[in-house]
């Protein structure tokens, strides 16, 4: 099982960016996908997910009507898209996959490389 995220970098307080997680060496649309993040100091945090057929969303607290989460499964990418950013938002973003979707870090059990997020003026 292979996860990368893709699209990370700087962005200005109050942008927007839209990150990607494309997938290979499983069936992807047998995966929920969520994407989890963590700071430097601070513990995990779940931040979005959608399940299998993409019909379903998850988001964490800080995410939730800021961060929409899309999925491709024709090109077995999920998209993360981010606005209204914010320097606590600054984090690694990984995305990960799971046979049961949901809002819990521990759910997800195949990890990517995570693409750093900074939010700096």
């Known amino acids: 099982v292979q996860l990368q995220a893709f699209g990370g970098g700087l962005v200005q307080p109050g942008g927007s960016l839209r990150l990607s997680c494309a997938a290979s060496?499983?069936?992807?649309?047998?995966?929920?996908i969520g994407w989890i993040r963590q700071a430097p100091g601070k513990e995990r945090e779940f931040v979005a997910g959608?399940?299998?057929?993409?019909?379903?969303?998850y988001y964490g607290d800080s995410a939730k009507g800021r961060f929409t989460i899309s999925r491709d499964n024709a090109k077995n990418t999920v998209y993360p898209q981010m606005h209204s950013l914010n320097p606590e938002d600054t984090a690694d973003y990984y995305c990960?996959?799971?046979?049961?979707?949901?809002?819990?870090?521990?759910?997800?059990?195949?990890w990517g490389q995570g693409t750093q997020v900074t939010v700096s003026s």
């Open positions: 990960a996959a799971s046979i049961t979707p949901g809002r819990r870090s521990e759910l997800y059990g195949y």
């Open positions: 060496g499983i069936i992807f649309d047998d995966y929920a």
């Open positions: 959608i399940s299998r057929s993409g019909d379903t969303t």
